[in-house]
Nanobody, 124 residues
């Protein structure tokens, strides 16, 4: 079992930056692939980024590549999502997810555990 708690969201002006964190608890976290997803009002949850357990494999949504950076610190059991040059269209609840084994995963149904999400609101 893995419990995930996101933090770092908030209200920010367009052009600003945020670093989201996802703290995990439970055994064997270091062996889990991690992912970030987001869900904007009235839209489906979409893939943002994923990182393998050893940080060797990292993959981003093609439409978001360039402004987002995912990283992890297994000693701290934390995965991060750095977002630069924020746009109003980035307004969403951001979720982290975990999946044991494997390299990385981009589909919602591939993940076993989810956090409650952190709200990011970007004002124009």
């Amino acid at each position: 079992q893995v419990q995930l708690v996101e933090s770092g969201g908030g209200l920010v002006q367009a052009g600003g930056s945020l670093r989201l964190s996802c703290a995990a608890s439970g055994r064997d976290y270091s062996r889990y692939a991690m992912g970030w997803f987001r869900q904007a009002p009235g839209k489906e949850r979409e893939f943002v980024a994923t990182i393998s357990w050893n940080s060797v494999s990292i993959y981003y949504s093609d439409s978001l590549k360039g402004r987002f950076t995912v990283s992890r610190d297994n000693a701290k059991k934390t995965v991060y999502l750095q977002i630069n040059s924020l746009e109003p269209e980035d307004t969403a609840v951001y979720y982290c997810a975990a999946r044991s084994g494997g390299s990385y995963y981009v589909r919602l149904h591939e993940y076993d555990y989810w956090g409650q999400g952190t709200q990011v609101t970007v004002s124009s």
